[in-house]
């Protein structure tokens, strides 16, 4: 009984959270004139990096991108590692790991809304997703790093290779506003757009299918801020009270199990996992006193232990 | 004691990141990285959008 009761809470906390993430995206892109003029934002909030993927080439953002500022310092001629957007990310990951993921980054909101067109979805065999999860690590390393330092010209420079090569949300929220807006763009386009057209096309498909395909398997931002979800302050505790009765990770639609893993690099903070839990055994929290590896990631380590 | 020895203290670990990408953050705005970062952004990234 208790249980649907909080079943039926489940809309409220994905309204919730869906307001609130159209309202991310609506700030960070909050120079909506610029949608209609073909320009973008100049100002000097650009000083300073988002804390989600979003490209500041879109017509409205109002900030930087952190991947993209992280290549275009990585590859400038006067620096080969940036700093600054290395440390306002990792700042951003200690506070709250991958919530951001979860209830602002406009890319993520926007692969929610295609998933909820009503065609038949895909859920990955666990084998399959184990591993795939790995790709946006390989993605991080070599077109984020690895391509912007090591390939340099004479002049010191490189391309953002993540954003050139693969990034569908440059396409989708800076891209194509553009070139609908700008006409000067328009005449520019060439193959490179039509790749990248064709990754956001495979990108918009597979979100339909599958939830936050792009976040599951390919987002750097997603797999940086992944790496933190483990010491991030603000982390999820499973307590002894917990009946592992897996309802949390069945609901769950990043395919983790809230109540063995709870502060996965896959959980994106969403709260549903808490919403269904029947004895309230997995909370939210910001710091604890304890100052341990949360309950169950120990009782895990020593199940295996044992075994 | 050799149990406590092997818990984690996380609160530590938090604090000294903290500590290190305040630094980080600062020693990069010293080093002026902040106005690489603007520079790419004010201008429309043509390698952004696959025009580049």
Redesign the interface.
């Known amino acids: 009984m208790k249980t649907n009761r909080q079943n039926d809470n489940l809309p409220k906390q994905r309204k919730k959270r869906m307001l609130i993430q159209a309202m991310g995206a609506l700030i960070f892109n909050g120079d909506w004139k610029n949608f209609i003029n073909g ?6 909030l ?2 300073i ?1 988002v804390p989600v993927l979003n ?3 879109c017509p409205g ?1 109002l ?3 952190p991947i ?2 992280l290549q ?2 990585n590859n ?1 001629y ?2 080969n590692l ?7 990310i ?2 951003f990951g ?1 506070t709250m790991g991958r919530w951001f993921c979860g209830w602002l980054c406009p890319f993520g909101w926007i692969q929610e809304l295609l998933y909820k067109i009503p065609l038949k979805k895909i859920r990955i065999k666990p084998t399959i997703h184990k591993k795939a999860i790995w790709l946006k690590y390989v993605l991080l390393i070599v077109f984020v790093f690895t391509i912007p330092i090591f390939t340099q010209d004479p002049y010191g420079m490189s ?2 290779a993540f ?2 090569w693969i ?1 569908p949300a ?2 989708l929220e ?2 194509y506003p ?2 609908l807006s700008n006409p000067a ?1 328009r005449q ?3 193959h ?2 039509n ?3 064709i990754l956001l096309v495979i990108t918009i498909f597979f979100s339909i299918k599958i939830f936050r395909f792009f976040c599951k398997y390919a987002c750097p931002l997603g797999a940086i801020y992944g790496m933190f979800n483990k ?3 603000y982390h999820m505790k499973c307590s002894s009270t917990c009946i592992k009765c897996e309802r949390c990770s069945k609901v769950c639609k990043m395919q983790i199990e809230p109540y063995k893993t709870p502060n996965s690099a896959e959980c994106i903070r969403c709260g549903e996992c808490i919403e269904v839990c029947p004895v309230k055994a997995l909370k939210f929290s910001f ?2 006193k304890n ?3 949360p309950e169950t990631e120990i009782d895990a380590h020593k199940d295996n232990k044992q075994e | 004691m050799h149990k406590n020895s092997k ?8 604090f000294i ?2 500590v ?6 600062i ?3 010293l ?4 106005q ?17």
């Open positions: 320009n973008i934002y100049q100002g000097n650009k000083n990096c490209c500041y080439s953002a900030g930087a991108c993209g500022s275009a310092v400038s006067e620096f940036a700093f600054y957007v290395i440390g306002l990792a700042l200690i391309s953002p954003c050139k990034c440059g396409t800076a891209g553009l070139i763009l520019a386009i060439g490179i757009f790749w990248k057209t010491i991030s302050f710091f604890h100052s341990t590896l | 818990k984690l203290n996380i609160n530590n670990i938090r990141l903290l290190l990408v305040v630094f980080s953050i020693y990069g705005i080093r002026g990285e902040i690489i970062v603007l520079r790419n952004a004010i201008n429309i990234c043509l390698d952004c959008i696959g025009i580049g």
